[in-house]
C-alpha cells in the first residue's frame, strides 16, 4: 500500500484513538488476506554472547563485563532436536560476531541441521560476514538471515555505534545476502537513542524500497553497563503503531512480535499479532544459558517466550482467534 509520509507521520504522532483503531484493524485485514489467521513460530537458539563489536546500546559488546559462554555444535543440534519434537519448522540461529563460528564450523552445523531435519528451514542472524562468507553458508543450506539495519539514517547510526563500524557495510550486507537468495530481514529499535520521527520515515522508505521478507522491531530497552544505560526504553504503542504501518507497506512481510515487546509489556505479543505481527520466536536455547545472552535488562525467557511453553503459546493465541500451525512459515512471493 501507498502511504506518504505525512500520512505515516501523522499515524505515527496522532493522538486520535480511532485513528490508531482504524490503523491497527486495517494491517489485520491485510495481514489476514495473505496469511490467514496464522502465527507461525520460530525457535530462537542463542549460540553465542561473545561479540567483536561494540554497539553502544547492547549487553552482550565487546567491552560489557557479561559472562561468557557459546554453545557447542552437539548443543546447538540437541536444541533442534527438542525443538523438532515440539513442533518447530524453523530455527533461528543468532549470536554475536564471534570469530570462533568459522565459516567452516558454522556450514558443518548448517549442513547438519539439514540433513537431520530436511522439512525445517534455518535462519541466521549472526552479524555482519563478507559476501564469500555468506554465500558459503547459504550453499550450506541456510534459507534465511536477519540483519536489522539499525537505523536508515547514516547520522543516526554513527551515533549507535563507535566509529569502526560501517552504515555503509551494514547496508552492503543486506544487499549481498538479497542478491544470494536469502530470505532477508532487516530492522530496527524503536525509541533508541537519537531517534526522531525523521529517522523512523527514512526507516520505512528503506523497509518501502528495499521490501525485505521479514523485518524484526521492538522497542529499545537500557542495558546495564553500556553507555545508555541511563537512557528510557522504546514505547510499546508507537511500536504497535510501526508494526501496522510496516504490514501496511509491506503485506506480505513476516512480521516478528519481538522478545522485547514481552518484556515491556505482559501482553506483548498478543497485541504485537493484533496490531499486524505474525511471527512468534520462543527461546529454544538451553535453560542454563538464557540468562547470559542479556542484549537489554530483564530480558525475558521464560513462561510464554521458553519454546518448552509451546502449548501455552498456541493457547494464548488461540484465544485472541490465531493458529500456530507446525510450519515453516515461507515468506508469501
Ligand atoms: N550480532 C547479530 C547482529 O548484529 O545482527 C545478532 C545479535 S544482535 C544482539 C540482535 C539485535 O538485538 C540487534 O540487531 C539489536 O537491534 C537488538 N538489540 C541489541 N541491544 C538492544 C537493546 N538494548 N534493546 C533492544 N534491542 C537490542
Known amino acids: 500500500m501507498n502511504l506518504s509520509s505525512s500520512e505515516i507521520k501523522r499515524l505515527l504522532t496522532t493522538s486520535d484513538p480511532t485513528a490508531v483503531d482504524e490503523l491497527t484493524a486495517e494491517a489485520c485485514r491485510v495481514r489476514d488476506e495473505v496469511y490467514g489467521r496464522r502465527v507461525f513460530m520460530r525457535g530462537l537458539i542463542e549460540v553465542s554472547n561473545h561479540c567483536r563489536n561494540n554497539c553502544l546500546y547492547?549487553?552482550?559488546r565487546r567491552e560489557a563485563q557479561c559472562q561468557r559462554y557459546r554453545l557447542?555444535?552437539?548443543?546447538i543440534m540437541d536444541c533442534c532436536r527438542t525443538g523438532h519434537t515440539l513442533g518447530f519448522r524453523?530455527?533461528?540461529?543468532?549470536?554475536g560476531e564471534d570469530a570462533w563460528f568459522t565459516d567452516e564450523v558454522m556450514c558443518s552445523i548448517v549442513r547438519d541441521i539439514k540433513r537431520e531435519f530436511p522439512d525445517c528451514a534455518v535462519t541466521l542472524s549472526l552479524g555482519e560476514r563478507g559476501r564469500e562468507s555468506f554465500q558459503r553458508l547459504r550453499e550450506a543450506g541456510a534459507d534465511r538471515y536477519l540483519l536489522r539495519h539499525e537505523t536508515a539514517d547514516r547520522r543516526h547510526y554513527g551515533q549507535l555505534h563507535p566509529a569502526e563500524m560501517s552504515y555503509d557495510h551494514r547496508m552492503q550486507c543486506l544487499h549481498d545476502l538479497r542478491d544470494l537468495g536469502y530470505q532477508v530481514g532487516c530492522g530496527f529499535m524503536v525509541g533508541s537513542p537519537f531517534q526522531t520521527v525523521d529517522t523512523l520515515l527514512q526507516d520505512l522508505?528503506?523497509?518501502?524500497?528495499?521490501c525485505p521478507e521479514m523485518v524484526g522491531i521492538g522497542p529499545f530497552i537500557p542495558a546495564a553497563g553500556t553507555p545508555f544505560e541511563q537512557r528510557p526504553a522504546g514505547s510499546v504503542e508507537l511500536t504497535l503503531r510501526l508494526l501496522s504501518?510496516?504490514?501496511?507497506?509491506?503485506?506480505?512481510?513476516?512480521?516478528?512480535?519481538?522478545t522485547a515487546l514481552g518484556t515491556l509489556h505482559p501482553a506483548g505479543r498478543e497485541r504485537a499479532v493484533a496490531a499486524g505481527a505474525n511471527v512468534v520466536m520462543p527461546n529454544l536455547s538451553p535453560q542454563d544459558t538464557r540468562a547470559l545472552y542479556a542484549i537489554y535488562n530483564n530480558k525475558l525467557s521464560t513462561g510464554?517466550?521458553?519454546?518448552?511453553?509451546?502449548?501455552?503459546?498456541?493457547?494464548?493465541?488461540?484465544?485472541?482467534?490465531?493458529?500456530?500451525?507446525?510450519?515453516?512459515?515461507?515468506?508469501?512471493?
Open 245 to 258: 504501518i510496516i504490514r501496511l507497506l509491506h503485506p506480505q512481510v513476516l512480521l516478528p512480535a519481538t
Open 304 to 333: 510464554s517466550e521458553a519454546a518448552e511453553s509451546v502449548a501455552d503459546i498456541r493457547l494464548r493465541m488461540e484465544a485472541i482467534g490465531y493458529e500456530v500451525p507446525v510450519d515453516r512459515g515461507d515468506y508469501k512471493k
Open 205 to 210: 522508505e528503506f523497509i518501502n524500497s528495499f
Open 58 to 60: 547492547c549487553g552482550i
Open 72 to 75: 557447542t555444535p552437539k548443543q
Open 90 to 95: 524453523t530455527f533461528v540461529l543468532q549470536g
